[in-house]
């Protein structure tokens, strides 16, 4: 069974700084591409970024040069490092992935972006 769990989401203000965390259960992070999304209030939820399993990433516009996707093989845990946080990042960030043809999600993880 895979299960994913964020972490690390709160209150930070304008410009500043925050790591989400993605402790994956029932696979190995190295073999798979993981997601990470949010979803704004009133909004859809939208891709921020991914990591491949050879580790290519790739961001959305919106977060490119801000946010940053690696990964902790030890730990098997995708990370999501964000900084310059902009109100308009304020959103639940969630975990995602595709095993054997079945999407997973974890239950996200509320990141506000507020002075």
């Known amino acids: 069974q895979v299960q994913l769990a964020e972490s690390g989401g709160g209150l930070v203000q304008p410009g500043g700084s925050l790591r989400v965390s993605c402790v994956a259960s029932?696979?190995?992070?190295?073999?798979?591409?993981m997601r990470w999304y949010r979803q704004a209030p009133g909004k859809d939820r939208e891709l921020v970024g991914s990591i491949t399993n050879t580790g290519g990433t790739n961001y959305a516009d919106s977060v490119k040069g801000r946010f940053t996707i690696s990964r902790e093989y030890a730990k098997n845990t995708v990370y999501l490092q964000m900084n310059n946080l902009e109100p308009e990042d304020t959103a639940i960030y969630y975990c995602?992935?595709?095993?054997?043809?079945?999407?997973?999600w974890g239950k996200g993880t509320l990141v506000t972006v507020s002075s």
């Open positions: 995602y992935v595709k095993w054997r043809g079945v999407d997973y």
């Open positions: 029932g696979i190995t992070i190295s073999a798979y591409s």
